[in-house]
């Protein structure tokens, strides 16, 4: 499967201005990155294939994209120090 942002495989991109546009043709023009960029006024925006290349979590994708688990002895993710079960795991 080809990678997306080549020749083969360009990002596509709608936007509602002329200024979006330019925008990201830059950042795409920065990384090499190919893309079709679409000037849709009457139409919501859409960039995740731009957020993608970036490497963003994308939502609202068929993409399933797993959160990462903590176990009930693994440290706590809100920094206190203890671990998960003895803080928010309870």
């Known amino acids: 499967m080809p990678k997306l942002g080549t020749n083969t495989k360009p990002a596509?991109?709608?936007v509602q201005s002329?200024?979006?546009?330019?925008?990201?043709?830059q950042i795409c023009e920065e990384n090499d990155w190919?893309?079709?960029?679409?000037i849709e006024v009457d139409k919501?925006?859409?960039?995740?294939?731009?957020?993608?290349?970036?490497g963003y979590?994308?939502?609202n994708t068929?993409?399933?994209?797993k959160d990462e688990?903590?176990?009930r002895n693994d440290p706590c993710l809100c920094g206190s120090g203890k671990k998960y079960k003895k803080c928010c795991g309870k």
């Open 12 to 14: 596509i991109v709608r």
């Open 18 to 25: 002329q200024e979006r546009a330019n925008e990201i043709l």
């Open 34 to 38: 190919k893309v079709i960029v679409g």
């Open 44 to 54: 919501e925006e859409d960039i995740s294939d731009v957020y993608k290349l970036l």
């Open 57 to 59: 979590k994308v939502e």
């Open 62 to 65: 068929k993409t399933i994209i």
């Open 69 to 71: 688990v903590v176990g």
